[in-house]
């Protein structure tokens, strides 16, 4: 079993960000090799969006067929936040009206025990857990500004923010619903593919999903992240075009995020 976001763990250590960049990080941006007089070794990426839209969409268990849900078989009964979450993630679901001026944050867990995965969904809380999906949030905002690696473009100031943020508490986060489903492994599975599967799936003919949705009001969220943002002091300054990207970077980041 294991964890669909990122741990607490993957924010200890961002000291060498440029050779550990998180699967995240892989997916939403296309690295290119930069030949330049004076800047032999400097590598530039540039961020895709089309490709980070499509990552927004992959699950590890997407092309696993739904059988059965908490609303019985089949995938009658599974609620429309739940659609919208298989169907395009956080952004999905921040379009139904009942969470509008809010932002939505889900956390995701399979395995084969349901009731290890029910103790998991029901311990999961918006104060101890919410902060590691945010700073996923923020991790994927930052990346998609940035024209050179993130670390090359802010400065300490990248890995130190996420830092802060995983490591943050978050008021006004509100635990609104749990759901499970149960998925059957597709005929063949992905190895027709060549697609690698978490090492909890190789074995695995059935996987129970479960979904924890956590929303906290945009204005909430915002003016906490803010003050994270323009609170932090790094050890190294920035240069110049490092400080300007910063600036450019929180008068617009919650455009897109």
């Known amino acids: 079993m294991s964890l669909a976001y990122p741990s607490a763990e993957r924010y200890a250590d961002l000291a ?5 960049y998180s699967p995240i990080l892989l997916c939403c941006a296309v690295f290119l090799l930069a030949a330049c007089a004076g800047q ?16 927004e969409l992959v699950s590890p268990l997407e092309s ?10 089949g995938e009658s009964g599974i609620p429309e936040w739940v659609h919208r979450y298989f169907e ?15 932002y ?18 029901d311990g999961f809380t918006g104060i101890y857990d919410l902060p590691r999906l945010v700073a996923a949030r ?23 923010l996420i830092k802060r943020v995983a490591d943050g508490e978050f008021s006004g986060a509100v635990k609104e619903q749990t759901y499970w489903v149960k998925r059957a492994r597709p005929p063949g599975g992905n190895e027709e593919e060549g697609e690698e ?25 915002q003016d906490q992240l803010r003050q994270i ?8 300054p920035p240069t110049r075009d490092q400080a300007a990207a910063i600036n450019r970077i929180q008068q617009a980041f919650f455009e897109g995020f």
């Open 16 to 20: 060498d960000m440029k050779n550990h």
């Open 229 to 236: 943002m323009t609170g932090i002091k790094t050890t190294v």
């Open 40 to 55: 032999k070794s400097r590598v530039i990426f540039r961020p895709n969006p089309e490709q980070d839209k499509q990552h």
């Open 138 to 160: 923020v991790e994927r905002r930052l990346v998609s500004s940035a024209a050179l690696y993130p670390d090359d473009e802010y400065g300490q100031y990248f890995e130190t």
């Open 197 to 221: 599967e978490p090492d909890q799936m190789n074995n695995a003919a059935e996987l129970y999903e479960y979904l924890v949705l956590i929303s906290i009001d945009s204005e909430t969220l």
């Open 104 to 121: 939505v944050f889900v956390g995701e867990n399979w395995g084969e025990n349901i009731n290890i995965l029910r103790q998991w969904a």
């Open 64 to 73: 696993w067929q739904i059988i059965e849900s908490r609303n019985g078989r």
């Open 88 to 102: 395009s993630k956080h952004l999905g679901i921040e379009t139904l009206d009942e969470y509008g001026g809010k």
